[in-house]
């Protein structure tokens, strides 16, 4: 944890690929209750916007976490907390089947009582995509 203390502006690179399938897709429907039509039914989703079905915004969202695992450790705190985040957008879909990976970037780290509070700026890019799926502002709280 020492080191983070003067880790602001670090770029952490870029994790591995995660795919997306249609079934992590459907699960994802099932557990929020969010059936809508672009998400589970292909048939439909075939002559929709995307012409394929895609993963909800959320569940992009939902995979910072492990991809953000890939980029930082911090092996010394005895909890790491997703605390929060900051503006999240999602400027292009995850089409069913497609691979995505993580991008960034230590935008800040300040002390909290009882340990610290990093906030990177995160990004989630497809695989072949030429805008990213999402780009968050992710607060994570590395307790001592």
């Given at each position: ?12 690179g870029v994790s591995r690929w995660i795919e997306v399938p249609q079934d992590r897709i459907?699960?994802?429907a099932e557990a929020t209750e969010d059936r809508q039509w672009i998400h589970i039914d ?25 991809l953000m695992a890939d980029l930082i450790a911090i092996k010394d705190a005895s909890a ?65």
């Open positions: 944890m020492e080191s983070l203390r003067t880790a602001a502006g670090t770029d952490l459907d699960a994802f292909a048939e439909r989703a075939a002559t929709g916007p995307y012409g394929t079905t895609i993963a909800h915004g959320y569940l992009t969202l939902s995979l910072l976490p492990p790491r907390l997703n605390y929060g985040l900051n503006k999240v957008r999602f400027p292009a879909p995850v089409p069913a089947g497609a691979r995505i990976r993580g991008r960034a970037r230590i935008v800040s780290v300040d002390e909290v009582p009882g340990g610290l509070q990093i906030v990177i700026q995160a990004t989630i890019e497809r695989e072949g995509g030429d805008r990213p799926a999402c780009i968050a502002e992710y607060i994570v709280r590395a307790l001592a």
